[in-house]
């Protein structure tokens, strides 16, 4: 377990978590909906079940954590690596938090912590963030880390319907040193 704050804290996420993350995802998911597309992929216990085998194995084959974010010991969220590319050394962080936890600072402090960790403990040579253009808050993340916008993706992802452009920002490694002197 990670310690951020007080209140907050990381943990990988394990099988276990099933019904905890599906209960924290079905109670959410109108307000998750309008930015990621898999909500419609999750309808069972099982659903979710099988999404944390995979997380699990992408570990075990260093490709990268999943984490829970607990606040006050209870599943608030989850942030972690989509499949990291070994060869290049380059990862990608995706994060989504419950509708109450936002605001707060929450998911930059994590954000901040798995970039560090990304750089730190996997050695990774670039660090990735997309987000729809037009999710604004999302995007504030990256953009308070000292990433970079290097583009916009069009049409990137499907949004039940309707594709939408992602804002593609990323931190290199040599950045990170920079800043951490």
Not at 52 to 77: C, H, S
Not at 122 to 141: F, G, K, Y
Request: hydrophobic share 40%; net charge neutral; aromatic share 10%.
């Amino acid at each position: 377990m990670f310690v951020i704050d007080p209140s907050t804290s990381l943990r990988v996420l394990h099988e276990d978590d099933a019904r905890e993350l599906f209960l924290l995802t079905d109670d959410n998911r109108e307000h998750l909906r309008r930015w990621l597309p898999w909500l419609d992929v999750v309808t069972r216990e099982a659903d979710t079940r099988a999404y944390l085998k995979a997380t699990l194995k992408q570990r075990k084959e260093g490709r990268g954590p999943v984490f829970g974010i607990l606040y006050d010991g209870a599943l608030a969220g989850v942030i972690g690596f989509l499949p990291i590319d070994r060869v290049n050394r380059a990862g990608e962080i995706g994060y989504w938090l419950a509708r109450e936890r936002q605001g707060h600072g929450t998911m930059t402090l994590c954000c901040d912590f798995v970039v560090r960790y990304g750089f730190l403990t996997l050695d990774l040579n670039r660090v990735q963030i997309a987000a729809a253009t037009e999710n604004i808050q999302s995007r504030a993340i990256p953009e308070r880390l000292g990433f970079k916008l290097e583009g916009i993706m069009r049409a990137r992802e499907n949004l039940y319907g309707r594709f939408v452009d992602h804002a593609v920002y990323a931190l290199l490694r040599t950045e990170f040193d920079a800043a951490q002197k």
